[in-house]
């Protein structure tokens, strides 16, 4: 490994170390790079390790989180939302956070789900790797931005950042339905800052960048993430899970 990457791979141990002793843990699961890096790496600290997965029948991530967690060994449980739940808990959700943000409900809709799964079989803490996409311009929207120079790329940055972290305080309001909480060492203030002072281009290499966060690809591949999951484009949770697609189909109802 390099030497930045091997000074990530320090941080997260770090944050994660920072966040929580080893115990009994739930992480939020799709098979991407992210959640995929975070197991391993929780894995090799001592963590009991179960990965969470939800999503409509046929989704991709139902499909895609199966094979990568039997390549990377690690227990693996799934939930298939009900089509005739859907719009009750929708309608709960939106009630419960009060906002018509569409990302936020997707969010708080797809976590309902998981805490739902990790209650069932008594995990109360959840992990998440959220603060990679936002701290590693993993969204395609810092493409558009990118030409804009290091300036343009932090503001949207510090943007994201505060959208996200408003955001998981809404999620964690909903899993506290299920006394579930979900946490997120990666979001921690000393993680965002070292995070923050990894060069633009280890993170993205131009407005025609499809794949981006390059520096944490590369620490994935190092720590044995299977290369389908290292090397794949992002997908968010609310498109893996096909979560987006039956929200849409409500609205128009």
């Not at 794949?211 to 190092?222: D, F, G, T, Y």
């Not at 290369?227 to 899970?241: T, V």
């Amino acid at each position: 490994m390099s030497n930045l990457v091997t000074k990530l791979h320090e941080q997260i141990i770090l944050a994660v170390e920072n966040t929580l002793k080893p115990q009994k843990v739930g992480i939020a699961f799709s098979g991407g790079v992210d959640s995929s890096f975070l197991a391993k790496i929780c894995s090799e600290l001592g963590f009991e390790i179960t990965l969470l997965t939800i999503g409509f029948e046929n989704s991709h991530d139902l499909e895609f989180s199966k094979k990568i967690a039997n390549l990377l060994k690690l227990k693996h449980l799934t939930y298939t939302i009900p089509d005739e739940q859907f719009e009750a808990v929708a309608k709960e959700i939106r009630k419960e956070i009060k906002t018509d943000n569409l990302s936020w409900n997707e969010n708080c809709i797809a976590f309902y789900y998981v805490s739902k799964l990790a209650k069932k079989h008594g995990i109360n803490k959840i992990l998440t790797a959220n603060g990679i996409d936002e701290l590693f311009c993993g969204y395609n929207v810092y493409r558009e931005t990118v030409d804009g120079g290091k300036e343009a790329v932090m503001s949207l940055m510090e943007s994201k950042l505060e959208n996200e972290l408003k955001m998981m305080k809404a999620v964690n309001s909903v899993s506290s339905k299920f006394d579930v909480m979900i946490l997120q060492p990666l979001l921690s203030e000393e993680f965002i800052e070292f995070a923050k002072s990894i060069p633009i281009e280890e993170k993205i290499k131009g407005k025609d960048d499809l794949v981006r966060k390059h520096i944490v690809r590369q620490l994935a591949l190092s720590v044995g993430v299977p290369n389908d999951s290292a090397l794949k484009r992002k997908k968010a949770l609310q498109y893996g899970s096909l979560i987006h697609k039956n929200l849409m189909k409500l609205r128009k109802i």
